[in-house]
């Protein structure tokens, strides 16, 4: 079994949808939880960051963790064509430690 | 965050060559760290590079095969040796924020062997 989960999908959505992107992990180590956006053909640019259990919200995206269920989720309000993209979790357990990737979700936003 | 750049962004090789990547960060960092994305994959670890001392590598990587130099805290260089078709991936420099806790990434070199 993985360390950190993901649904590789795609997601295919409509402008507008909110879209809901989830990840389970097994070590209850993991602190830190990140969410990368990955274009084709470009490198990961971290989206939101993080830490314990709660949420976070900047602007139509809301990162969630459920430490106790051990689920972290991404929502994306509003969605839009420019957010097609893939959509990577990671994970660690402290400063300095190494980060454990999901396989990534390829979101399509259709206009 | 920090600014990463990363070259060459994409190349095609000969099998039996050897590529090397740069990065260059636009800070003094302590740990720089190599990962290889084959197509339609996560990321995976190559190796952890400090500055004054040998790179740390992950399970199934070797130094005669990825090399690393780390001369300086801003800069750090990769090379794919001998290369074969399996090694076409793309390749990513990665650093750590100031509170060495989320990582920032180069755009990444796509490599293509041909």
């Known amino acids: 079994q993985k360390e950190v989960e993901q649904d590789p999908g795609p997601l295919s959505v409509p402008e507008g949808a909110i879209v809901s992107l989830n990840c389970t992990y097994s070590n209850s180590a993991f602190q830190y939880f990140m969410w990368y956006r990955q274009y084709s053909r470009k490198g990961p640019e971290l989206l939101m960051y993080?830490?314990?259990?709660g949420n976070k919200e900047d602007g139509r995206f809301t990162a969630q963790v459920d430490k106790s269920s051990k689920y972290i989720s991404l929502f994306i309000r509003d969605s839009q064509p420019s957010d097609s993209a893939t959509y990577l979790c990671?994970?660690?357990?402290?400063?300095?430690?190494?980060?454990?990737f999901g396989g990534g979700t390829r979101l399509m936003v259709k206009p | 965050s920090a600014v990463i750049s990363q070259k060459p962004s994409r190349d095609i090789c000969q099998r039996g060559t050897s590529l090397t990547i740069q990065c260059q960060v636009d800070?003094?960092?302590?740990?720089m760290f190599w990962y290889r994305q084959q197509p339609g994959q996560s990321l995976t670890l190559i190796a952890t590079?400090?500055?004054?001392?040998?790179?740390?590598?992950e399970s199934g990587f070797v130094i005669d095969k990825f090399p690393i130099s780390r001369p300086n805290l801003t800069f750090s260089t990769l090379t794919v040796s001998n290369m074969s078709p399996e090694d076409s991936s793309i390749y990513l420099c990665s650093v750590l924020g100031t509170a060495n806790t989320e990582a920032f990434f180069g755009q990444g070199t796509r490599l293509t062997v041909v």
């Open positions: 590079a400090n500055q004054g001392s040998e790179a740390t590598y």
């Open positions: 800070s003094q960092v302590t740990m």
């Open positions: 990671a994970t660690h357990g402290g400063a300095g430690n190494m980060l454990t």
């Open positions: 993080t830490y314990s259990s």
